[in-house]
T-cell receptor, first 110, second 114 residues
């Protein structure tokens, strides 16, 4: 399974943008980039996914580097509810299992 | 908003006992999954299930584990003879189609084996 590298933790203040980086230098051409998050004491929650182009949805934006070896999840205005562990996951096209790493623990301060 | 429901939220069982964890996936979803998370560790894939059969399973999912969709609405995970190391949070997830890449997870069942 292709590996992702994320910082262990990040901090943000409420209402500020947050950029969560992910390195995936061994990504293959058919790996999708997924982001999930896990709020305290809850199951994982889908955030966003992409393949090559940048993506936007109501929760976040995903910026994918041109060479696809890294990506950045962007929360435009962090809220206290965004405090969670954020997982960057590579999913090969021929499987739908998700391989979770250790993720980035995001703390949001009022 | 539709959600995946898991019961019970917490189950305590004695080592060696059989346990069944129950999940009600979102009603029009066709792909079902179990994951587990040992306290303080990563979320781990166990098994995927489609069209009444296992489509993929991990090394963790040995002969002690089985899954079933007994009545078209529930999706269950059975552990035949629980071990202390089976203590974990177990998450059920479902997806609408194979091409739909958003998996919806339940709140989990905390299994404690004593």
């Amino acid at each position: 399974d292709a590996k992702t590298t994320q910082p262990n933790s990040m901090e943000s203040n409420e209402e500020e943008p947050v950029h969560l980086p992910c390195n995936h230098s061994t990504i293959s051409g058919t790996d999708y980039i997924h982001w999930y998050r896990q709020l305290p004491s809850q199951g994982p929650e889908y955030v966003i996914h992409g393949l090559t182009s940048n993506v936007n949805n109501r929760m976040a934006s995903l910026a994918i580097a041109e060479d696809r070896k890294s990506s950045t999840l962007i929360l435009h205005r962090a809220t206290l509810r965004d405090a969670a562990v954020y997982y960057c996951i590579l999913r090969p096209y021929n499987t739908d299992k998700l391989i979770f790493g250790t993720g980035t623990r995001l703390q949001v301060f009022p | 908003e539709p959600e995946v429901t898991q019961t019970p939220s917490h189950q305590v069982t004695q080592m060696g006992q059989e346990v069944i964890l129950r999940c009600v996936p979102i009603s029009n979803h066709l792909y079902f999954y179990w994951y587990r998370q040992i306290l303080g560790q990563k979320v781990e894939f166990l098994v995927s299930f489609y069209n009444n059969e296992i489509s993929e399973k991990s090394e963790i999912f040995d002969d002690q584990f089985s899954v079933e969709r007994p009545d078209g609405s529930n999706f269950t995970l059975k552990i035949r003879s629980t071990k202390l190391e089976d203590s974990a949070m177990y998450f059920c997830a479902s997806k609408q189609t194979a091409m739909n890449t958003e998996a919806f997870f339940g709140q989990g069942t905390r299994l404690t084996v004593v």
